[in-house]
DNA sequence: CATGAATGAGAGTTCATTCAT
DNA sequence: AATGAATGAACTCTCATTCAT
């Protein structure tokens, strides 16, 4: 008794639900939601279908708990951002704890930018969305001239698209990491300042 | 035979190519590549599906035809650039230029940046990175610092990404715009100059 | 061209949505909506499923346009009875008309009767409730004593439940079936003429 | 241990199998018996599916032993019958114990009327039918003429949907009932009496 | 007395695509 | 220039059931 289960089985027992995630974030990343089927999640874990629905009650709560597991730590920057004064020195810290949430959780920011179209669609859009929000607000100031403000948003999204695009830029990925995060805090620098004429 | 057709019916003879076209763009822009099916273009043409069969050889095909007849005007706008002399005034022509593009054809841009794992899958995938990279070839001193490259990146993605995410800011759509290219041409001209010193 | 098609498969062409009906209500009235699985029904007629949904939007919607079907007669004989006058000789000619439509669709029925839970949950449920309570109206006087109501009803329920489990009943289906006439029309007599005295 | 059971589940010790019997009816009865999963079942009783299984060895068990519970009068009543002479007053007798039974039980008679087709394929349905005869046997006689034995049946039938199907009839339910079984008590008089000549 | 984890089978449905007409 | 009819493959999801603990 007990004897009928190898040592890979045993492994598992108990940690399939972080499997799930972890192996529905990478295809979900590599090849899109649409296009990943839980067929193929399933086979890859070497579990049936009806596994993954024991565990989640459908396709798109995956990721939904994906989402929440690792946007936590922006929401938490977010809200230490909140109470914080909003100060220049402030600002530049946000955007360098968001640029390191970003690379500690790459694959699935990568995920979110090449699927807005189906995120969009789904329950973590709108989350998405307000979380972006809550950023938005302790980056910029809403009297601030538009184009100051259009600055600040600029840097984020330079952080966001950097993180995927700069491959065939030269350097190594940690040179390439700080030149964005650097591009991203001058932009933020000079909006701050009102540094807008040409 | 001819009789029977009525005027909106005579309308649509010989065009309904371009029809296909509008309808498949509009709602590949609207819902996403694979959220919309033939079926949903088809009936919103009021045609069938063999239809769409008989003027295009595949799904895919639609979306080729459409991405060629709109990346047009960039095509161009690289050849002109290959032509010109790297100067500023150049670069900040450049940048007019491909953001008149972008506006000109929003919907389709707006496209390829929601339907990024999609689009990476297809064939147009490798053209439209090799128009990028197009691009880049004729903003960027590939001699120059990393962080002057990153700069210029980060003007495309300002352009691009600021075409569709500027909704909640202050101000018409016509001043939006004119902020982003400014934020960008700045960035293009900070680069130009070397300025990265704060 | 034409050859490669045998004869079986050049009969099916044009009549497929009919034989699907047929064998749907074959099934559905053999095994039950719910036992009856599309492919089940596809395989019988060697057709995919996918045809059934060429055909069909919805397996419910095979059921509603059976249904249409089958109970045209009972609309149009509501409607005569509606323009005639409320005479215990039209109630009777009701009856006997009634009867023969019951006999005629007699599987359909059948299903009806022993799938009510079912289709109380679909939108047949509602157009049948619809069309008894026309039914109803034709053969009650709202204004009589309950009994002779419920006699009514009991003439209705009588032959509706008649025509499926007499079985072990001794002689012929035809005597049968006239003597369900019978009771229910004595029923409805009996209720006409108040007859309801111990 | 004990000490962390909380007062609603040691209410349930004990009785979980009769309270999976009343839940699994009520459902049964509601929404038919193929539409209600064991899933269902199990979460409005707050515990597992494996646990119905602790207490029943299939789905349908759990019908069986409700059929098994709530028919029981019924076969006193038919051995009552048989042992007493087959007198009108017996019959009429029995119209009355049947019709209680009826009422007594009645959201498990609706669910036997309601999913005959669910049944006939399940144990219970030989189970019941075999009953039904034995109701047949102490209210029909058997060399009566044919109509005479309709009559009865539809003295039966009479009950069994009119138990279900008077909703929007006047009066209350009380008085309804009664004039039911009148109409049933009827029927078989005349049944007993051969006075089937108009 | 019951749970947690999982399975195998199958459901209804949708899709891009094909082809004879 | 287009249709009507159909297919094959895939999809998400649900179900009754099992079994070690």
């Known amino acids: 008794m007990g004897g009928t289960m190898d040592d890979t089985k045993r492994q ?48 798109e709560e995956i990721l939904v708990s994906v989402y929440e597991d690792l946007t936590q730590p922006i929401v938490e920057l977010i809200e230490w951002g909140r109470r914080q004064p909003q100060s220049l020195e402030t600002k530049q810290e946000i955007l360098r704890r968001y640029h390191d949430a970003l ?24 989350l998405f969305r307000n979380r972006m929000l809550g950023m938005r607000d302790i980056l ?26 700069l491959n065939d830029l030269p350097g190594t990925d940690e040179e390439k990491r700080k030149a964005v995060l650097e591009v991203a805090t001058t932009l933020v620098t000079e909006a701050h300042h009102g540094r807008h004429a040409s």
Request: hydrophobic residues 40%; contains cysteine; charged residues 30%.
């Open 12 to 59: 598992r027992r108990g940690n399939t639900r972080q499997r799930i995630q972890d192996v529905a974030l990478e295809l979900f990343a590599e090849q899109g939601y649409e296009k990943t089927s839980l067929r193929e999640i399933a086979e890859r874990l070497d579990v049936t279908k009806a596994a993954l629905y024991y565990h989640f009650k459908t396709k």
């Open 103 to 126: 690379v500690e959780a790459a694959p699935f920011f990568r995920f979110m930018q090449e699927n807005q179209a189906t995120v969009k669609e789904l329950r973590i859009g709108e």
């Open 140 to 165: 910029i100031d809403p009297d601030a001239p538009l184009i100051d403000q259009v600055r600040c948003i600029s840097a984020v999204f330079t952080m966001h698209a950097g993180m995927f695009t």
